[in-house]
């Protein structure tokens, strides 16, 4: 099964994307905090499906995750 997010510096400045669109994982988390469900980011974005949506958040929580984070004072 192909990687559902990749990332390729010829494709949207190599920011991770859903393979196959120009949606940026980026794009998708801030239209989700902004307040738009999944069904109507994928209604918005043709391209999109809730399994590209599942994979940009699951990508999103693994990069977080390989980080340290250290609270402001």
Same mark, same amino acid.
């Given at each position: 099964?192909p990687e559902?997010i990749?990332?390729?510096?010829?494709?949207m400045?190599?920011?991770?994307?859903v393979t196959?669109t120009? #949606?940026t994982?980026?794009? #998708?988390?801030?239209?989700?905090a902004?307040?738009?469900s #999944?069904?109507?980011?994928?209604? &918005?974005l043709?391209?999109l499906?809730?399994e590209?949506?599942r994979a940009?958040l699951e990508?999103?929580?693994?990069?977080l995750? &390989?980080?340290?984070v250290h609270?402001l004072?």
């Open positions: 099964m559902l990749t990332s390729d510096p010829a494709v400045g190599g920011k991770p994307v196959g120009r #949606i994982v980026e794009t #998708i988390l801030e239209r989700l902004a307040g738009e #999944i069904e109507q980011l994928v209604d &918005a043709p391209h499906t809730r590209g949506v940009a990508y999103a929580a693994e990069s995750g &390989a980080h340290v609270p004072p």
